[in-house]
């Protein structure tokens, strides 16, 4: 059974680098789109960007200019960086894999079927 | 940006009762691939979202079958024929049609 697990730091300051990290278990990682998704707080569902195995990546223009998403095939993992966080970015981080393939919308579609836990990342000095 | 606007955003439901959510979208989600880009998610409480429907009308593995989803272009409905404890959260509809992929403002449901 595939298994999403997701680390990183619960606690920036503002104007740093958020840094978390998703590593897969279980089941193929080169066939699916991978995913970051955030939650603030009592607030509901916004998606953050994707990356396939070969580093392709779509992000939300409204973070584009600070989120990197990145892929460690190696390892079977991928992160988020997002850059000059300020307060606005605290939420629950969530990854998530998503079906798919080719353009979007893509074809063979069956959503996000497999999220992490979550990560709670607080932003304050 | 899709804008996703899903209602009511609060919906108490006695045990054994059927309940219906809806969502719209600002543009169709009808590709012309004949596929409907819509998915439903369930976020039970202190838990990550599940997803229980994609491309509007496909149930995904382990949903029961009192889940239904249904609608095409820009208006879609999540019915549960009798609602049970477990379903209690927050249900949300997502676009997937383009990027960004966007989120209604998720529907609560909760037991009378």
């Known amino acids: 059974q595939v298994q999403l697990r997701q680390w990183g730091a619960g606690l920036s300051k503002p104007s740093e680098t958020l840094s978390l990290t998703c590593a897969v278990y279980?089941?193929?990682?080169?066939?699916?789109?991978w995913t970051w998704i955030r939650q603030p707080p009592g607030k509901g569902l916004e998606w953050i960007g994707e990356?396939?195995?070969?580093?392709?990546?779509k992000y939300n223009p409204s973070l584009k200019s600070r989120v990197t998403i990145s892929v460690d095939t190696s390892k079977n993992q991928f992160s988020l960086k997002l850059s000059s966080v300020t307060a606005a970015d605290a939420a629950v981080y969530y990854c998530?894999?998503?079906?798919?393939?080719?353009?979007?919308?893509?074809?063979?579609?069956?959503?996000?079927?497999?999220w992490g836990q979550g990560t709670t990342v607080t932003v304050s000095s | 940006d899709i804008v996703m606007t899903q209602s009511p955003l609060s919906l108490p439901v006695t045990p054994g009762e059927p309940a219906s959510i809806s969502c719209r979208s600002s543009r169709s989600l009808l590709h012309s691939n004949g596929y409907n880009y819509l998915d439903w998610y369930l976020q039970k409480p202190g838990q990550s979202p599940q997803v229980l429907f994609f491309l509007g009308s496909v149930r995904a593995s382990g949903v029961p079958d009192r889940f239904s989803g249904s609608g095409s272009g820009t208006d879609f409905t999540l019915k549960i024929t009798r609602v049970e404890a477990e379903d209690v959260g927050v249900y949300y509809c997502?676009?997937?049609?383009?990027?960004?992929?966007?989120f209604g403002q998720g529907t609560k449901l909760e037991i009378k």
């Open positions: 279980g089941g193929s990682f080169s066939v699916y789109y």
């Open positions: 990356i396939n195995h070969s580093g392709s990546t």
């Open positions: 997502m676009q997937a049609l383009q990027t960004p992929f966007t």
């Open positions: 998530a894999r998503a079906h798919g393939s080719g353009e979007i919308p893509r074809v063979n579609y069956y959503g996000m079927d497999v």
